[in-house]
C-alpha cells in the first residue's frame, strides 16, 4: 500500500498545481477537500465531495475528481473502519475508481486506478473466503454478495483474469454451507437442497473432475434417498404412499452412484468411497455388487490394519 | 496478496470438508430396508380379515432370523395397534423357539428352514416369507419379493384362503402378483 501512497502523493501534488493554474477547472471547495485529505481529516475531505459537486459541476466529469474521491472513501474505510466487511465506503470507493477510470479518455489515471480497483476487489473476495472459513452460515448470502463484487471489480481492473479456480472452490464451498444448513434442519431447510446441488453442479461444470464435489453429491444422493425412508415415511403411511417414497428413494440411490463411481476411479483406495458404493448397492438391493465392494472394503481395512 | 493467502485457507477448508463428511454406512441403508418391511408387515396386520377368534388379546407378529430387523420393529412400532389389538412383536432364533403368532415372518437366511417352520404352524398363522421364487413355497401367503430395487410383495391367495385369511381387495390390487 506504499506504494499506493506514493503514487497519491504525486497525483496529489499534479492535482493541486493542475487545479490552480487551469482557470476552467477553479474549485476552491476541491482545494479544500485536497488539503482535507492531504492532512488526513478523511471524513472532513469526504463532507466536501457534495459541496465540490453542487459547487463546481464540471467535477462531475473529471476523472481526476473521482480518482481523489475513491482514495477518500478508500482510507476511511482502512482507517477509520478498519476494513469491516460490508463497509459502504469500500464499495463507494469502489464505484469513484470505476466512474474515474470511464471518464478518463486519456486514460492518465487509469492504471492505477485500475490496480486500486484489484486491491478492493481482494477485501470483497477474503471477506467472502472468511465467512466460509467460519462456517459463518448466517452470512451465506452475504458470501455470495462480496463474492460477485469481488468477480465484478476483478473483472474491470483485469479484463482477461481467469476466474475458474476460484469459481471452482467458492461455488464448492457455498455448496457446503448449503449443505450444513440443510442437515442442521432437514425439515425445514428442505428448500436449500436445491441450491446445494446446484452449486456443488456448478463447481462441477468448471471441473467435472473435481473431486470434493463428486464425492459429496454421492454421499448426499445416498443419504437423502435413506432420509425419505427414515425420516420422512410415516410408518402408518398407507401402502401407496410407501410405493411412491421408495421410487423417490430409488431415485436419489441411482444418482448417488455414478459420482461415487468417478471417485473411486480417482482414490480406490478411500474407504469411506467404497463403504458409500456398498451401501448404495444394498440399497439398490444389487447385493451381488454390494457383496463385491464390502469384499474390496475388507481387503482395504485388511491391508491398512497390516 | 491477501487474496493468494486466503485461497490457501479455502483449500484447507476443503480438506476439512471432506474429511468430515457424514459417509453413508451400510447400516442406515440397512435400517431403511427394514423400516419399509416393518411397514409392509404392520399394513398386512390391517389389511387381512382376520378369522373373529383371531382378533382378541395382542396381535403377534413374529420374526425369525432377522434379529436386527427385530430389535428396529420392536421399537419404532412400539405401542402400535390394528383394531383394537396392541401389536407385539417376537423375535424367534431357531424354528423350534417359534410359538403361537398371527403374522410370522421367516428372513431370507432362513428360507432353508421353511418347510420345519411350516410343520411347526398350525395354520393359524399367516406366513410372510422372502423367497426368490413364491412357487417353491405352497405354505408362503405373502412373499416379499425386490422389484427395480424396490419392495414388493405377492400374494398366494389360495394358500391364504385355505388357511382362511382374506386380504381387503385394495391391498390385493396393491400386489406385484397373486398366484
Not at chain 1, 463507494?92 to 474515474?100: G, L
Not at chain 1, 471489480?153 to 455448496?175: R, S, V
Not at chain 2, 430387523?69 to 401389536?87: A, E, M, P, R
Amino acid at each position: 500500500m506504499t506504494f499506493f501512497k506514493n503514487i497519491l502523493s504525486i497525483v496529489l501534488i499534479f492535482g493541486v498545481i493542475s487545479t490552480t493554474i487551469s482557470q476552467s477547472t477553479y474549485c476552491p471547495e476541491k482545494m479544500l477537500l485536497l488539503q482535507k485529505y492531504k492532512t488526513k481529516a478523511y471524513e472532513n475531505a469526504l463532507g466536501y465531495v457534495d459541496t465540490v459537486l453542487s459547487q463546481c459541476p464540471d467535477q462531475n466529469q473529471d476523472p481526476y475528481f473521482w480518482h481523489v474521491c475513491g482514495f477518500i472513501n478508500l482510507d476511511i474505510f482502512k482507517f477509520i473502519e478498519n476494513k469491516e466487511a460490508g463497509s459502504p465506503t469500500k464499495s463507494k470507493a469502489a464505484e469513484c475508481f470505476i466512474k474515474s477510470i470511464n471518464l478518463d479518455v486519456e486514460k492518465k489515471y487509469f492504471d492505477l486506478n485500475s490496480k486500486l480497483l484489484d486491491y478492493v476487489s481482494t477485501f470483497y473476495y477474503n471477506d467472502a473466503v472468511k465467512i466460509l472459513q467460519k462456517f459463518d452460515i448466517k452470512n451465506q448470502d452475504n458470501a455470495i454478495s462480496y463474492y460477485n463484487s469481488f468477480k465484478n471489480l476483478k473483472g474491470i481492473a483485469n479484463p482477461d483474469y481467469d476466474f475458474n479456480d476460484k469459481d471452482l472452490d467458492f461455488y464448492f464451498g457455498i455448496g457446503m454451507l448449503y449443505k450444513m444448513r440443510y442437515e442442521k434442519d432437514k425439515t425445514n431447510n428442505k428448500n436449500l437442497l436445491d441450491s446445494c446441488i446446484n452449486y456443488f453442479n456448478k463447481s462441477l461444470e468448471i471441473d467435472p473432475d473435481q473431486y470434493s464435489a463428486n464425492y459429496n453429491l454421492g454421499i448426499m444422493y445416498h443419504n437423502l434417498g435413506v432420509d425419505i425412508i427414515m425420516e420422512e415415511l410415516d410408518i402408518d403411511a398407507d401402502l401407496e404412499m410407501v410405493i411412491l417414497m421408495q421410487e423417490q428413494a430409488v431415485n436419489y440411490f441411482s444418482k448417488s452412484l455414478p459420482f461415487l463411481k468417478k471417485v473411486y476411479q480417482m482414490k480406490p483406495q478411500e474407504t469411506s468411497i467404497v463403504q458409500g458404493i456398498a451401501a448404495v448397492y444394498y440399497s439398490l438391493n444389487d447385493m451381488e455388487k454390494h457383496v463385491e465392494y464390502m469384499n474390496i472394503l475388507k481387503g482395504l481395512e485388511s491391508n491398512s490394519g497390516e | 496478496m491477501p487474496g493468494r493467502f486466503k485461497i490457501l485457507f479455502l483449500f484447507g477448508l476443503i480438506i476439512f470438508f471432506n474429511s468430515t463428511s457424514i459417509i453413508a454406512q451400510p447400516d442406515p441403508a440397512k435400517a431403511s430396508r427394514m423400516k419399509v418391511q416393518g411397514i409392509y408387515l404392520y399394513s398386512f396386520a390391517k389389511n387381512v380379515y382376520w378369522p373373529s377368534n383371531y382378533t382378541t388379546g395382542d396381535f403377534t407378529i413374529g420374526i425369525y432370523g432377522s434379529k436386527d430387523l427385530f430389535n428396529l420393529l420392536n421399537t419404532i412400532f412400539k405401542d402400535k395397534v390394528t383394531g383394537s389389538q396392541k401389536i407385539v412383536w417376537d423375535f424367534y432364533e431357531s424354528a423350534s423357539d417359534i410359538k403361537d403368532c398371527h403374522l410370522l415372518f421367516v428372513s431370507k437366511e432362513e428360507t432353508s428352514m421353511i418347510s420345519k417352520v411350516t410343520k411347526k404352524l398350525n395354520q393359524k398363522t399367516l406366513l410372510v416369507t422372502e423367497l426368490e421364487d413364491i412357487s417353491n413355497s405352497s405354505s408362503s401367503m405373502i412373499n416379499f419379493v425386490y422389484v427395480q430395487s424396490k419392495l414388493k410383495f405377492q400374494l398366494n391367495k389360495s394358500e391364504s384362503e385355505k388357511n382362511n385369511f382374506k386380504f381387503k381387495q385394495k391391498f390385493a390390487d396393491l400386489a406385484y402378483s397373486i398366484i
